[in-house]
């Protein structure tokens, strides 16, 4: 079998592992591959052993490429490659994490990052091409609706949304350069949330720039800290740090502002993920 990983044995060896998630009981992980498919384990209470589910792998109509799962844990939404419009919605056995494909959602975009916000209300995705940051509404039964508030201006290639625990704030990486020191016009852009009426509008002061090129992004569980990965022009990886205003949400730098400020990590790490101490 070829390895995904160190403890990741794909059970299709010739499938290339693209995005993966936890499901929010920690016993499942989901991991989206080239070609066509998504690939389902249990995840050992004791050692963390990874055990495929029954009926693994899930077929989709594209290379799989980014997840998102509802916070209660019933449904998991995946997309296809850069060039499909389509969202697969999958329903998840609760029991055995065995996946149940019942729609397929065609959204007219390119799509790439996705996001779910905390009260299973809405689905966030980043049409990178288009440059929008699309909102869908979940019906109960796991279907998306497009909603009013769609379609705002974001970026054009961000790979990682990521929202407050409150709902209250959403953020995206932005690896566009927009001037002449292109890795010094890199930025987070952030917009205030309100899951109430679904309306996304940009904080004051977005994008907060970030003097390399981020990759991803992170809140804390408490919604304090916002952490991004990135890299700067000589191919070194960072992991740098924001405090979020609880205010206003913006963004403050916590470790420098230098050329080289953040933890680092070399080469170039595209994937943040924190997990909340037990």
Known sequence: MKSAGPDIKLVDPSARPVGTMVSPSGRFLFVATVPNAVEAFSIGSQNGELTPVP????????????????????FLFVTGTLYSDAIYVFAIDQGNGTLARI???????????????PTDTYLVVNA?????????????????????????????????????????????????????????????????????????????????????????VAVSPKGTILVVS?????????????????????????????????????GGPNHVVLVPRS
């Open 230 to 266: 990135r890299v700067n022009d000589l191919d070194v990886g960072h992991v740098a740090s924001y405090r979020i205003d609880s205010t206003s949400g913006a963004l403050r730098p916590l470790s420098g502002t230098g050329f080289d400020s953040g933890i680092l990590t070399g």
């Open 103 to 117: 729609a397929t959602f065609h959204t007219g975009f390119l799509n790439c990052a996705m996001a779910v916000d």
């Open 128 to 216: 990178y091409i288009e440059s929008k940051l699309l909102l869908f509404k979940i019906d109960p039964t796991g279907q998306l609706q497009e909603a009013p508030g769609s379609r705002v201006p974001s970026s054009y290639l961000s790979t990682s949304i990521a929202i407050s625990p409150d709902g209250r704030y959403l953020y995206m990486d932005d690896a566009l350069g927009r001037g002449i020191n292109s890795h010094f016009d890199n930025g987070i852009l952030g917009w205030k949330f309100d899951a109430l009426s679904g309306s996304i509008l940009p904080m004051p002061d977005s994008p907060f720039l970030d003097n390399q090129v981020p990759s991803s």
């Open 55 to 74: 009926g693994s792998p899930f077929a989709v109509d594209a290379d799989a490429n980014t997840l998102a799962i509802t916070h209660s844990g019933k």
